[in-house]
């Protein structure tokens, strides 16, 4: 019948990838950081990284972007591929690779500009220079990171006038403003109070619909309450690496969950 081949069942949408990471391995001099770390990363999700203090979670973000090779005793095996593409190959240039890929730090850093430069810095060095364009990108972005409200009536004023969580709010947009693929965050709200907390966690929400974001956090209750995966890394290795909800209501490894019941870290 030609109606049943009308509804013929389509095949599941499989999601895509924002990085691949195989056999991964990072080592500071002769001490290993990372142990074949082997991880897909899905786009458009919110993929948490846990793990007791030293356990490689800042570097293994750091390598995702390639600041990790700012330190000269670094060596590394193994690929990562973001969107297909092996991000040490020579074709794929680093300033490519952080243009797609943006990161927001643990401490906000903005530049000691204006507001309004903060954000409009990244767009102006990638060649826009007219103001109407550099005007929409800023209040855009500013929108986007939810900050636009609190400070429309402020760009010109200096970055550092603002309070910690609004600063790192600022950090977001100023990632934002370079339309960025993946947004790497190292602990973003862990220098913050509860409040602002918040507000960049609901962001994080929002922001997952437009960009694939990879958090490290210490705070299991902020894995859990915002990412959709979760990588539980422990000296160097991936222990455990599941849905979020799966990782923590019925942990397969006993280290994940002596972890997650506070028995260690
Ligand atoms: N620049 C460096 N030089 C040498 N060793 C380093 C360097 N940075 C980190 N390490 C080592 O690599 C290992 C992993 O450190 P990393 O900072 O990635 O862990 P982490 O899980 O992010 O820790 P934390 O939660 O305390 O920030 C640790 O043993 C650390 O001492």
């Not at 999601?15 to 002769?30: A, E, R, T």
């Not at 793990?51 to 330190?71: D, H, Q, W, Y």
């Not at 929409?136 to 004023?157: M, T």
């Not at 709200?189 to 962001?203: F, G, M, N, R």
């Amino acid at each position: 019948m030609l109606e049943s081949v009308a509804v013929k069942k389509q095949p599941k949408t499989v999601s895509k990838s924002v990085y691949k990471i195989n056999d991964f391995n990072l080592w500071y001099g002769n001490d290993q950081a990372l142990n074949e770390i082997n991880l897909d990363i899905p786009a458009n999700k919110v993929t948490a990284i846990i793990g007791p203090s030293g356990c490689g979670k800042s570097t293994f973000i750091k390598a995702l972007n390639r600041m990790v090779e700012l330190i000269p005793s670094v060596k590394m095996t193994g690929s990562i591929m973001n969107d297909e593409r092996d991000i040490f190959s020579s074709k794929y240039k680093v300033e490519e690779l952080r243009t797609n890929v943006g990161m927001v730090f643990q401490k906000p850093n903005p530049f000691p500009k204006s507001i309004y430069e903060n954000v409009a810095y990244g767009p102006k060095t990638h060649g826009i220079k007219k103001k109407k364009v550099l005007d929409e990108i800023v209040e855009k972005s500013l929108k986007d990171a939810a900050l636009w409200d609190e400070v429309k009536d402020r760009l010109q004023e200096n970055a550092f006038g603002l309070s910690g969580g609004q600063q790192q709010r600022l950090c977001i947009a100023r990632c934002l403003a370079i339309e960025p693929e993946v947004i790497l965050m190292d602990e973003p709200t862990s220098a913050l109070d509860p409040i602002s907390t918040a507000k960049v966690e609901e962001l994080v929400q929002t922001l997952k619909e437009k960009y694939s974001i990879i958090i490290v956090t210490h705070n299991m209750q902020q894995a859990a309450r915002i990412s959709d995966r979760t990588a539980f890394f422990l000296n160097g290795e991936v222990i455990e690496y599941r849905e979020t909800g799966e990782l923590f209501s019925n942990p397969s490894d006993k280290r994940t969950e002596d972890y997650i019941t506070g028995r260690f870290g």
